[in-house]
């Protein structure tokens, strides 16, 4: 116990150290956008991101390429100027009706097929996350490797095109060759859509194997659920443990997108697991995030529409009336307020934040999917 002590106090003295001791110039942030086009019985349960100290590891300049390959479009740079970047917001499961209700709530990256006549017909300023991401455990994607590569070569270069979401809730246990699959099409982004994003989201598996190292994406949503169980108690202690379990597992604070609950079961036709959450239980989880992940590039609110088997009832429907919670005002306030760091320092160079209080990560077995 002492010995584990000693340890940590060393790795926080270091970690002190270094913070005070790096040059000051900003953070650079890479750019993403998420929209994923739920096809129809596709479970789409979003992610909520948290990790760790930034780290390049086993893939050399994995840091460099995502902050190089942003730098015109994301960074803001005018005449030698760095303007902040805003933190960019998506909710899951919106069709193009939705568009203009979700830019007035702040919403900026919509959930649209890999499509061009959709992603064309985006608002102003709206970007797409294309979902790209059915995988079953066979070895097959909905959408063909061959398939990927054409839409890639043929949306690649589209301004409004944010990212391509190439897994939800991938399993490495039980779905080994899945860590392969998506590192091939990552890579395949990163070369002939440089710049667009590679986004998983994860969620209580084990992470190692879904580290930037191993899968060569750039981002990865987190979906704690605080709003789960049998008693009505929203446990934002859920929140604390995936973050630790991806800081663990070697995810990178700069890497994760937090995922927001803004959906319940109540009315769902499949489980009835968890429930919207309360005005005051959005705050104390949007809080939690903060103090958590306070710099995202993106982060998701799931779900906006609903599913009928996994989300019922849902943000679009929590606005106040019907003896719903007001959540979609929360969000607004949310969206409207939060920004990401401004950029700067070199390509391929990011300016720590503070050190994470240190607490240590308790060991856990892997843990199991709620759903």
Known sequence: MRKRTLIWITVCIASFAAYFAFPRGGTTHPKTSEAADRSAGAAALPSAASGGPSAT??????????????????TGRVSGAVKPVPTKHLALNSSQADWAKLTSLGYNVFDVAPQEDQINSLPRGGEAMLWVGAYSCDGTYQVSYDAFTDLVD??????????WYLADEPDPKACPAVVSEIRKRADYINEHAPDQLAFI???????RPLRPQNTHVDLIGLDPYPCFGQTRHCDMGEIDRLVNGALAGGIPLDVIVPVFQTF???CSRGMKATWLPTEAELRQILARWRALVP????????????????ACPTLSEANGTGGQPDLQAIMKAHNHSSTAPAPGGGQGTTSPRPPTPCTPVKAEATPQSRR
């Open 57 to 74: 590891g086993g893939q050399a300049g994995l840091a460099g390429r995502m902050h190089g390959r942003t730098d015109a479009k994301a």
């Open 154 to 163: 043929k949306l690649g270069r589209n301004p409004k095109v944010y990212g």
């Open 201 to 207: 989201s994860a969620t209580d598996y084990d992470y």
């Open 264 to 266: 319940g079961q109540e």
């Open 295 to 310: 710099e995202p590039v993106f982060d998701i609110s799931y779900s906006w529409g609903r599913q009928e088997q996994w």
